[in-house]
């Protein structure tokens, strides 16, 4: 019965989804350009693509005065547009910026905003110095004209929320520049592998994830697909003991999280690793005996055509 209802649900979205499309081509709702280049980065399903570390290879691989525009999701106040990162570090805290937004400004060199309203971000960025805006998140955001739309695509069937995934038809993929995937066997214009980089306590490793082969560990997870985590971490030879898998940009109270060290500590875990982004959003409130996974994006294919697309929209 609950399927059946979440399937009516989604061919309404769907219904919704598709009227709206129609409107955007056909120009019967306005759109809104900047005084820079836009490129948004984006995807038709929701989450678990690979988009987060995208953007930031993407801020890593252009000069110039970038600035990442979020949407902030999960943040805990809805000031906006609010300017997390000036291109030298967070300027507040993970809860007000959401864990995204902050990692990106932890991890890049780029101007971060954070706003609802996409236009009125990327407004923001411009005043604050920004030359080339990347849009997080935007494909579905049609509101702020760009000059280049990348679209993250992966194996799941397109069956729209909330008994799927899918945010708009398969059709609209038509309108990408270029598609990128990180799954084997998937067609795309740009192919990228995500590996395991290093482990540590915090944002500064100092082990490579080779040294969790054979070690007990336990996973604290909450991410779109946190069962990426789970495979990344069995494939580095590690011996998952404990598991806790949360909805996507979920926040707990830090005594939580000493209760679930805890927990691991007594099932035999030598550590709990978590991923970057989890770490963002507990920056501060983690406690000890938790070690941080990030990953390295690797072009496998399409690299040459990825950087001759940025360059037909550089403005430098």
């Known amino acids: 019965m609950k399927q059946v209802a979440l399937r009516s649900a989604g061919r309404l979205f769907g219904m919704g989804a598709e009227v709206r499309r129609r409107a955007y081509d056909r120009g019967w709702l306005p759109t809104y350009g900047v005084d820079v280049p836009v490129i948004s ?45 000036a291109g030298h570090g967070p300027l507040i805290a993970p809860r007000f910026a959401g864990d995204e937004a902050w990692l990106l400004a932890r991890t890049t060199d780029a101007i971060v905003v954070v706003d609802a309203d996409r236009v009125r971000g990327a407004q923001a960025a411009v005043r604050h110095g920004a030359q080339l805006i990347l849009l997080d998140d935007g494909f579905s955001h049609r509101r702020l004209r760009r000059e280049l739309d990348i679209v993250l695509v992966d194996e799941r ?63 604290w997870s909450a991410s779109a697909r946190p069962e990426g985590c789970e495979r990344t971490v069995r494939a580095l030879g590690a011996d998952v003991v404990l598991q806790a898998q949360r909805r996507d940009h979920q926040h707990v109270r830090p005594g939580v999280l000493r209760d679930f060290a805890r927990r ?42 990825l950087r001759s697309e940025l360059e037909r929209v550089l403005p430098w």
């Open 41 to 85: 980065v984006g995807n038709v399903a929701d989450g678990g693509t690979g988009k987060s570390p995208f953007v930031q290879a993407l801020s890593r691989l252009l000069s110039g005065r970038v600035a990442v525009v979020s949407r902030g999701y999960g943040r805990a106040e809805r000031r906006t547009p609010r300017l997390v990162s």
């Open 157 to 219: 069937p397109l069956e729209f929320l909330p008994a799927g995934v899918a945010r708009e038809h398969p059709e609209a993929l038509a309108r990408a520049h270029l598609t990128a995937t990180s799954v084997a066997g998937i067609e795309a214009d740009v192919v990228f592998s995500l590996s395991a980089d290093c482990v540590g306590p915090a944002f500064a490793p100092d082990e490579p994830a080779e040294a969790l082969r054979g070690r007990p560990v336990a996973l």
């Open 264 to 305: 691991a500590k007594n099932c035999g875990a030598e550590t709990v690793v978590t991923t970057s982004k989890d770490a963002a959003r507990y920056a501060g409130a983690r406690p000890d005996g938790f070690a941080v996974l990030t990953r390295k994006l690797n072009f496998v294919s399409g690299e040459a055509r």
